[in-house]
C-alpha cells in the first residue's frame, strides 16, 4: 500500500430514496489524540462513534436507522434479533423500539463460555431489561432458530445479528460519507474497525476508498464482510463491491469471541490512562490490540470506536484487577 492515500475516487452512494428514521446525533466527534498518538508514534484520529444518540450509543444505531424505518413502513409492531448475552445489537434494538414505540424480543444465545452475575444480569443485559425487552435465553443456534421462529407473527420483523443486513449496511455507507466530510483535505493511510457480523466493515468499504483493516473478533470475518457488502450492493443498485482495500488481520482473536486477551486489557488500559477513552473488552478492545501491534512509525490513522463500552461491566471481575495493573 502506498504511503498515503485519500478518498480521491471515492464512491457516491444515493442514500435519500431510503426509509430513515433518526437515531442517533450525528456528526459523531472525530477526535485527536496527541497523548495516544505520541505513546504509538503515530497520528490516531478516533472517530467517536460511542457517542450520541438513545441508548448510550454505538456503532448499531446507524444500522437501525435503515433497518427500524424499514419495518415501520411496512406496519411492523414488533421487533425480533438475536445475539450473545452481552450483545450490544440487543441494547441498542432495544432502546430504539423504545424510542418507536416497538415491542422487542430479544433472542439471546450463550454463545460465549462466561457465567456469573456480572456476565448473565449486568451490562447489557440490565439495560436490555431497562428498556422493556423481552429476553429470550437459548443454549444453541438451533434453539435460537426455533425461538424466533415461535415468537415471529404478521406484524414482527425480525434482524440478523448485529442489524447486519443490506439495508443495515447503508448506515455504515453514510458514516464513511460523514467521515470523509469530517477529514476534508487530511490525508489518511487507513481505517481500523473491529469485524463481527461485518456490516460496519461492508458499509465502510462500499462507502469510500480509504484502505480499511477489519479486525476479527472471531473466525470467518472475511466471508461475513463479502456477504454484507454484496447484500448492501443490491439495495442500491450497484456492482459488487472488491473490497480489495479492506484487509482482515485476525491476530487479535484469541481464544474466541467474547474472550479478551492479555494484549486487549492492555489497549484499554492505554486508551484509557492517555486520553480518557473507554473501549470495550469484546470489539475495540480487540481492534486496538491489533492497532497498538501493527502500527507503523509516522502513519495516520482513523480508529473506529463503535460502542459497546456497557459490556465492559459484564466483564467486572477481570475489569477490577486489570484496571489496577
Known amino acids: ?104 424480543e430479544l433472542v439471546l444465545t450463550r454463545s460465549v463460555p462466561r457465567s456469573g452475575f456480572a456476565y448473565d444480569r449486568s451490562g447489557n443485559v440490565a439495560l436490555d431489561r431497562l428498556f422493556g425487552a423481552r429476553l429470550h435465553l437459548c443454549d444453541t443456534d438451533d434453539e435460537a432458530r426455533y425461538t424466533a421462529g415461535a415468537l415471529a407473527s404478521a406484524t414482527s420483523v425480525t434482524l440478523p445479528v448485529g442489524g447486519s443486513s443490506g439495508l443495515g449496511v447503508l448506515g455504515y455507507v453514510a458514516a464513511a460519507q460523514e467521515l470523509r466530510e469530517q477529514l476534508g483535505d487530511q490525508r489518511v493511510d487507513r481505517i481500523v474497525c473491529a469485524a463481527g457480523s461485518g456490516g460496519t466493515v461492508a458499509g465502510l468499504a462500499l462507502g469510500g476508498e480509504t484502505p480499511v483493516t477489519a479486525v476479527s473478533v472471531s473466525p470467518g470475518s472475511q466471508e461475513k464482510i463479502e456477504r454484507t457488502a454484496g447484500l448492501a450492493a443490491e439495495e442500491v443498485g450497484v456492482d459488487q463491491p472488491k473490497l480489495d482495500h479492506v484487509t482482515v488481520d485476525e491476530s487479535a482473536i484469541g481464544e474466541g469471541y467474547g474472550v479478551p486477551t492479555d494484549e486487549v486489557w492492555a489497549a484499554l488500559r492505554l486508551f484509557a490512562r492517555t486520553e480518557g477513552i473507554v473501549l470495550d473488552p469484546v470489539y475495540t478492545g480487540k481492534a486496538a490490540a491489533a492497532l497498538v501491534a501493527g502500527v507503523r512509525p509516522g502513519e495516520t490513522v482513523v480508529f473506529m470506536h463503535t460502542g459497546g463500552v456497557p459490556a465492559v461491566y459484564g466483564y467486572a471481575p477481570e475489569l477490577v484487577v486489570e484496571a489496577g495493573r
Open 1 to 104: 500500500m502506498a504511503a498515503r492515500t485519500t478518498q480521491r475516487q471515492t464512491r457516491r452512494v444515493d442514500l435519500s430514496t431510503f426509509h430513515r428514521v433518526p437515531l442517533g446525533t450525528w456528526p459523531t466527534p472525530l477526535d485527536t489524540c496527541p497523548r495516544l498518538s505520541a505513546a504509538l508514534g503515530a497520528t490516531v484520529l478516533v472517530k467517536r462513534d460511542d457517542l450520541g444518540g438513545v441508548g448510550l450509543g454505538g456503532n448499531k444505531l446507524r444500522k437501525l436507522e435503515f433497518t427500524l424505518a424499514a419495518a415501520l413502513a411496512a406496519g411492523a409492531d414488533t421487533i425480533i434479533t438475536f445475539g450473545g448475552v452481552q450483545t450490544n445489537h440487543g441494547r441498542l434494538t432495544a432502546a430504539a423500539c423504545a424510542r418507536l414505540g416497538l415491542r422487542c
